[in-house]
Structure formats: structure tokens, C-alpha cells
């Protein structure tokens, strides 16, 4: 009796605050600058190369293969405060003793991994904090947690908050990564609704203005989830779908897409398995094509996976990070079901891990270690570490895909997003059980063709290959008949 109150009680929830949930634009921040250094790619500035000066064309070439990518360093470097005080201004004038950023894919002896080693604050600030997705001997931890309480900067809903999560300086390599820009000449995710079921999103940064619908609260029942206290929620809506209005912060994958935030992580960072359920049902329920799960949500509760279950009889791609532990997957009730889960490991600029998956768990990777990310409380720049970071851009991308290809069935952009990663590292052709299909690439995914084919079509026609193939046999088959006959018509009249 009990459990069957408790499920209509759900019911009820779900009916509530999927009919309240509506689109509305908010007040806008301004962002301010990060407050500490990240782990980042760099090269310590010699006096001379091969009896010449150091210059960015240069090193470009030597690192990246390119000389043409030297405004990439340019932009990495530009007014940071070097060892000796000084600031890069001139690309053709460096000096030794500086250290350079390197975009994430930079190569070569010289070439270093972690926090610079001398670098300044270009001002007087916060004392620096290490990094939450790094521990003290420099590894990467699991994922980032919230910190003790502390008051964020700006106002708006976040300075009321009795805790956010802790924060790091930014390092755009994911971004550079994943180059999503490519893709907007074909789409920005216009139109695609995408529901962010983790801490709520604050709707006041002027990067998600207009874009963040009033979402809903289930762990309250009739509250809205377009505010956050904890962060990680404008973290990954951020990296789905924040715009350009603010210079120098990084830009979403999908920056037309609406964000719908469904909070089921209460302020004091805790979350129950019967509001995550909830909020799975509630995002489902408001129309979003894409659900992005964060990691709060546990995979292997019961009533989580009753819930996927129910969800994966919709058309919906849902994206949750891969498990950690032994789970059980949730599929469509009855067998079938137009839904796809996508299960997503986080990886840093060299391959590593954000967390130890369970073996052949991982589907897809995507950035998930020191990832520049929304700030709450005023846009503020900074750098996170877990994996819900990873389901994010998966999320970016899958918004991309439904805004191209609005036919496609959410398996369909699942089969497009495994089938156009790239390989990590040695991992080869068959997959990886470490890193699944690959690193997602945005722009391939919505490419027209891949390899000279359109993967969709592809599935669409595999089970029509058959007829294909019975009709031209037929037609062969027919002509050689009537062949037959004619010359066997011909012989009879030349014997007659």
C-alpha cells in the first residue's frame, strides 16, 4: 500500500511540475576572471631553437605541425603575467625563462603536462585553491565535490546559497578539442531542448540569457530549477549551450539549444534515489529531446532504472556517466522502445581517465579532467573535474545532431555519436574497453555524409538491402528467361 501511494505520489509530481515548466529569459551577469592556474600543456621559452630565436610560428610548427597555428598560442598567452613580469604582446618576441600554453593537442620533446610552475597573477586576489578534479600529489580525483560554504561573487540566486562548488582556473583545451564551431554552419542546436537532471542552472548568467527555461525543483515538489547553489548543473549547461556575449568565456556546443534544469540535488549537496527517478520522469515529460544525467544520479538504484525505463520508451537520448560500479542497465518496458542511453567516460587533454569505469562500461569519452566551465554567482570562469562535465558535451553534440537531423530517432543520433569517434591514444579500430567507440567529434557527427555515406540512411536501409538485392536479381533473372526463350524461338525456325 505504501509503495503504491509513494508511485502515485510521483505521478502526481511529475504532472505538477512538467505542466508548469515554461521558457523564461533572466537577468543577465557580467563574468569575471579565473582564480587560480589550471594543468594545462606548456613549453618552457629556451633562448634559441637551432641557432635562433624562439618565436611562436616556430614553435607552432614543432609542436603542432602548423605554423599557421601560432595565433592559438597567441590567444592562450596573451596578457598572462610571465616569471618575470612581463606579458607576451609581440609573437615574434619571446623570452627565455617564459611559459607558453599550449592548445591540448600540442606534441613533441618539450612539451609538459600540469600547473605552471612559476606562473603570476596578473593582480592581487583570493588566496589560490587546488584544483577539486586534482588531488595533492597532482593525480586527477574521481570527480569534483562542493566545497565548505562560502559566499559566491555577484548576486542573484546563488548569493543566497549556503554552499557552491569549489573552482579552478580555466583551461580551454576541451573546448579547442572539440572545435564545435566547425559544426555551425550546419547547426547551433536550435529548437532542441535539452534537460539538465542535476543541481539546478543559474538562469542570471548573461552567457545562458534567454535560454534557460524555469525548469523545476523535485525536492521540494513545486519549486523552479533555475537557480544553483552547488554549481554543477551551470557547469554543464554551460558547456551544452553558453553563448559568446561574454569575451574570453567559452562557448557551449550547442549555443541555440534551451537549457530545461530539473534540480534533484538538494543545497547541502546531498540527493535521493526517489528524486533522481523523479526528475528523470519530469524531464521527460517537458518535451526535452536530449537528458543529460549528472552524477548524482545512480545508475544502479531500482527506481532510477524504472525510470530510464519508462524514459526510454520515448524518443529521447539520455546521457549518463558510465558506471563504476556493477549495474544492472535499464531497458524499455515491454522490450523495445524508440529511446538510447549513452554511457560516457571523462578524459583529460592525455587520454587519462576522470574515474576508474567499470571494464567495457564506456561507450563514448569526451572531456571530463580540468574543463573550463559557468561559474554560479556571475559567470565566473573556472575549471571542474568529473565525469557529469563529459556527459555534458555529449549532450552538446547530441543537441547538434537532433537540430540537423530532426528525422532521426534518438538510436540513430546514438549510432551517429559512436560512429564518428575518434580513437584515443593506441586504441584500435574495434574499440577500446577503456574509452569505448572514441572521443566524440561534434563537427563529423553532423557532417552530411561520413566516408561518403550518410550513417543514418545507412541504418535506415540495412534491413532493405535484402529487397534491393531480390529485385535486381529478379530483373536478371527475367532478362536472362526472355533471352533464353528468343534463342530457342530462333534455333526452331532455322531447323525448320
Known amino acids: 500500500m505504501l509503495a503504491k501511494h509513494s508511485i502515485l505520489a510521483r505521478l502526481l509530481v511529475v504532472v505538477m511540475v512538467g505542466c508548469a515548466i515554461l521558457a523564461a529569459p533572466r537577468p543577465s551577469t557580467a563574468g569575471s576572471a579565473p582564480d587560480t592556474e589550471p594543468y594545462v600543456k606548456y613549453y618552457l621559452v629556451t633562448a634559441r631553437y637551432q641557432g635562433q630565436p624562439e618565436n611562436l610560428t616556430e614553435i607552432a610548427r614543432r609542436f603542432l605541425g602548423s605554423g599557421e597555428r601560432s595565433a592559438e598560442i597567441y590567444q592562450l598567452n596573451t596578457g598572462r603575467v610571465q616569471p618575470d613580469g612581463g606579458r607576451l604582446t609581440d609573437p615574434a618576441a619571446l623570452k627565455a625563462g617564459w611559459y607558453l600554453v599550449l592548445p591540448w593537442d600540442a606534441a613533441g620533446p618539450g612539451v609538459e603536462y600540469g600547473q605552471l610552475p612559476a606562473a603570476r597573477k596578473p593582480s592581487a586576489g583570493p588566496t589560490p585553491t ?134 534533484m540535488v538538494r543545497s547541502s549537496g546531498g540527493a535521493r534515489p526517489a528524486d533522481a527517478a523523479t526528475a528523470i520522469e519530469v524531464a521527460v515529460s517537458t518535451g526535452a529531446s536530449v537528458v543529460a544525467l549528472g552524477s548524482r544520479v545512480d545508475l544502479a538504484d531500482p527506481a532510477v532504472a524504472a525510470s530510464l525505463a519508462t524514459a526510454l520508451e520515448h524518443d529521447v537520448l ?158 536478371v533473372l527475367a532478362f536472362g528467361a526472355g533471352g533464353f526463350l528468343v534463342f530457342r524461338m530462333r534455333r526452331r525456325r532455322y531447323a525448320g
Do not use: H
Open 130 to 263: 587546488r584544483s577539486p578534479g586534482v588531488r595533492p600529489d597532482g593525480s586527477p580525483s574521481p570527480s569534483a565535490s562542493p566545497t565548505a560554504p562560502r559566499s559566491p561573487a555577484g548576486g542573484g540566486p546563488a548569493a543566497r546559497c549556503t554552499a557552491t562548488t569549489a573552482s579552478s582556473g580555466r583551461s580551454e583545451w576541451a573546448q579547442l578539442r572539440m572545435a564545435a564551431d566547425s559544426a555551425w554552419t550546419l547547426t547551433r542546436g536550435n529548437g532542441v531542448k535539452v534537460a539538465v537532471v542535476d543541481t539546478g542552472v543559474d538562469a542570471e548568467l548573461q552567457q545562458l540569457s534567454g535560454r534557460v527555461a524555469v525548469g523545476a525543483d523535485v525536492t521540494v515538489g513545486n519549486g523552479r530549477g533555475d537557480e544553483d547553489c552547488l554549481g554543477s548543473g551551470t557547469a554543464m549547461a554551460g558547456i551544452i549551450a553558453a553563448d559568446d556575449s561574454v569575451e574570453g568565456s567559452p562557448v557551449g556546443l550547442a549555443p541555440d539549444a534551451t537549457i530545461v534544469p530539473v534540480r
Open 318 to 475: 539520455v546521457v549518463a556517466g558510465a558506471p563504476v560500479k556493477p549495474t544492472t542497465l535499464p531497458s524499455p518496458r515491454g522490450g523495445s522502445g524508440g529511446g538510447a542511453l549513452v554511457l560516457t567516460g571523462g578524459v583529460g587533454p592525455g587520454g587519462q581517465l576522470a574515474e576508474k569505469y567499470l571494464d567495457g562500461s564506456v561507450e563514448v569519452v569526451a572531456p571530463g579532467i580540468e574543463v573550463a566551465t559557468l561559474g554560479v554567482g556571475g559567470g565566473k570562469i573556472v575549471g571542474n573535474t568529473g565525469t557529469e562535465f563529459a556527459v555534458a558535451f555529449v549532450a552538446g553534440e547530441a543537441a547538434l545532431i537532433r537540430a540537423a537531423q530532426p528525422d532521426l530517432t534518438a538510436a540513430q543520433v546514438k549510432e551517429r555519436i559512436r560512429g564518428t569517434a575518434d580513437p584515443v591514444g593506441g586504441q584500435v579500430a574495434e574499440g577500446d574497453p577503456r574509452y569505448g567507440s572514441g572521443m566524440i567529434n561534434p563537427p563529423a557527427s553532423v557532417a552530411p555524409s561520413v566516408d561518403g555515406r550518410d550513417p543514418a540512411a545507412a541504418q535506415a536501409n540495412r534491413g532493405g538491402g535484402g529487397t534491393l538485392f531480390a529485385v535486381l536479381l529478379g530483373l
